[in-house]
C-alpha cells in the first residue's frame, strides 16, 4: 500500500485553494505504488493526482521529474501533465510533505502482458526517448554502475541469506558489469522504471505512462533493457523471445537502435537486472516486516541475471537488425 502520509478534508482544501482546478467533491488514497503517498481527487473541474512525496525522494529532484512531464505532455507524449498552482508554482506543500497535482490518466495497468502490449511500450519508450532529446535539465543516474557497489557494499554481508552463495555470484557480476559497462553510447532522458505497473492501457491502445520518479539522463538503450527485463519474461523466469521481437520492433519502428546499441543489449540487460535485484535485495534485507514500503523478491531478478549471463548477441532477446551479426 503507498498512503504513507495522512492528509484531512480541511488540510487537502486549503492547498486545493492555490489552485484553479475548483472545489474537492472527494478524494481516497491509492493502495499501489511503492515510493509516494497519492491520493485520487475528484473536484469540480475533473479528476486528478495528489502526490505527497515521500522521504525516497529528494526534494531537489522533484524539478527535473515535474518539468520532464509537463515537457513530454508538451510534445503529445501520453503522461500526466502537473497542474501549476495559482502563483505559477508546480511543487506545494501538504501535511509536512512537498506535493504535486497532476492529470489523471483513464486506464489501467497489465498484469498479464501480451505481445502486443509489449509492442506498444517498445513504440512508446521510443517516442518518449526522441520527445526527450530537448528537454533541457539534467539528472543523473544514482542507480546506475556506479551507484550499484554503494549499494551492495550495505547489502552483501547479508546476502546469502536470501540464497546460499548469492554473495559471490553477485560480486562477479558487479566487477564484470563495472569493467564492461559501455560509455559511449547515445545519451538522453530516460524513465529508468517502466515495468508494467507505470504504463497504463485502454484495451490494446496504451494511453499513458505514468511515474517518473527515477526518470534521469543516461544511455537511451539502458531503458530498452529496463524493459526486455520488466515485459519479456514470463513467471517461471524464462524470456519470452516473441514477446522480446516486438517490444524491439515497436522500439526500432520509432528509432532504430544503432549496431552499437544494439551490440551491448547484452550487457545492458545484466546490469539492469542487477540494478533492480539490488535495490529489492537492500529492501529486503534492511526494511522491517510490516513496515508500510512494499518489498518486491529480489529472486525475480537474480534469476533473470543468469538468464543474461548465458547471452551474447541482441538476436537471442529477438532483435532483426541489418548490420549486427548474431
Ligand atoms: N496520472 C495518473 N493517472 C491515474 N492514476 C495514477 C496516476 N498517477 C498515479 N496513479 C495511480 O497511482 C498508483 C501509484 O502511482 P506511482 O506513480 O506508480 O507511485 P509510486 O511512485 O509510489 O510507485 C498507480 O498504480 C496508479 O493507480
Ligand atoms: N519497479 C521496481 C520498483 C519501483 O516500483 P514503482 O511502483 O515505483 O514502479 C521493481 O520492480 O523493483
Given at each position: 500500500?503507498?498512503?504513507y ?8 482544501a486549503?492547498f486545493?485553494?492555490?489552485y ?26 475533473g ?5 505527497l512525496?515521500?522521504k525516497?525522494?529528494n ?7 515535474l ?20 502563483n ?17 490518466l483513464?486506464g ?7 505481445v ?15 520527445a ?6 539534467r539528472?543523473e ?7 550499484w557497489?554503494?549499494l ?5 554481508d ?11 555470484e ?9 569493467a564492461?559497462?559501455?560509455?559511449d553510447l547515445?545519451?538522453?532522458?530516460i524513465?529508468?522504471?517502466l515495468?508494467p ?5 485502454l ?20 531503458d ?13 523466469f ?6 522480446g ?5 515497436g ?9 552499437d ?17 539490488l ?9 522491517p ?7 518486491k ?11 543474461h549471463?548465458?547471452i ?8 532483426v537488425?541489418?548490420g549486427?551479426?548474431?
Amino acid at each position: 500500500m503507498a498512503v504513507y502520509t495522512d492528509i484531512n478534508e480541511i488540510d487537502l482544501a486549503a492547498f486545493l485553494a492555490e489552485y484553479d482546478i475548483g472545489g474537492l467533491l472527494s478524494y481516497k488514497g491509492i493502495a499501489e505504488g511503492v515510493e509516494n503517498s497519492n491520493y485520487l481527487l475528484h473536484t469540480e473541474k475533473g479528476s486528478f493526482i495528489l502526490t505527497l512525496y515521500e522521504k525516497r525522494v529528494n526534494r531537489g529532484d522533484l524539478p527535473f521529474f515535474l518539468g520532464l512531464m509537463q515537457h513530454l505532455a508538451g510534445k503529445g507524449i501520453d503522461c500526466p501533465l502537473p497542474v501549476h498552482q495559482k502563483n505559477g508554482a508546480m511543487i506545494g506543500e501538504l501535511a509536512g510533505r512537498p506535493a504535486a497535482i497532476v492529470t489523471f490518466l483513464e486506464g489501467m495497468w497489465m498484469r498479464r502482458p501480451t505481445v502486443a502490449h509489449c509492442q506498444a511500450v517498445g513504440e512508446a519508450l521510443a517516442r518518449m526517448h526522441l520527445a526527450g532529446l530537448d528537454f533541457p535539465m539534467r539528472r543523473e543516474n544514482a542507480l546506475s554502475v556506479s551507484g550499484w557497489r554503494p549499494l551492495w557494499d550495505n547489502a552483501k554481508d547479508r546476502a546469502d541469506e536470501v540464497e546460499q552463495g548469492l554473495a559471490a555470484e553477485t560480486e562477479a557480476d558487479l566487477a564484470f558489469l563495472e569493467a564492461n559497462w559501455p560509455s559511449d553510447l547515445p545519451v538522453g532522458v530516460i524513465h529508468a522504471d517502466l515495468f508494467p505497473d507505470n504504463v497504463f492501457f485502454l484495451g490494446t491502445r496504451l494511453s499513458g505512462l505514468i511515474d517518473f520518479y527515477f526518470a534521469c539522463t543516461d544511455l537511451l538503450a539502458y531503458d530498452v533493457a529496463v524493459c526486455l527485463n520488466a515485459w519479456c519474461f514470463e513467471k517461471d523466469f524464462s524470456f519470452n523471445l516473441t514477446k522480446g521481437t516486438a517490444l524491439l520492433r515497436g522500439y526500432n519502428s520509432v528509432r532504430p537502435l544503432s549496431a552499437d546499441e544494439a551490440g551491448a543489449l547484452p550487457v545492458l540487460a545484466r546490469g539492469a537486472a542487477l540494478r533492480f535485484m539490488l535495490t529489492r535485495l537492500y529492501d529486503w534485507l534492511t526494511v522491517p516486516d510490516g513496515s508500510f514500503v512494499v518489498k518486491k523478491d529480489p529472486m525475480e531478478y537474480i534469476r533473470r541475471m543468469r538468464f543474461h549471463r548465458q547471452i551474447h548477441s541482441p538476436v537471442e532477446y529477438g532483435l532483426v537488425l541489418k548490420g549486427v551479426d548474431a
